[in-house]
């Protein structure tokens, strides 16, 4: 599934620069080194964090985007960053397992 894809089901983009990548996983987390030593690279990233270390994080990771849950969104700094790094973010208000399960069945 293509990352613009997910907006047809429930979750909002903040950030798109790259919409065709594809999703071929998901890691759920929100320490941040765990994330840079257990994502893996194509993964979607599910978090709450929404700080400029995301922006670090998704980069390193190589995640295909970011799901902020919990209707978390991106101040203008942040996003500016992560559009200027080319990092996919997304938003829902689902919680994070919720957000999970759902990805999870269209994946």
Known sequence: MKVSELQEHGFTALTLPDGDREIVGAYMGDLLSWVMGRARADAAWITIMSNQNVAAVAVLADVSCVILTEGVTLDENVKGLA???????????????????RLSELI
Do not use: D, F, R
């Not at 990092?87 to 994070?96: D, K």
């Open 83 to 101: 559009e200027a790094k080319g990092i996919n973010v997304l938003t829902t208000a689902l919680p994070s397992y919720e957000a999970a399960v």
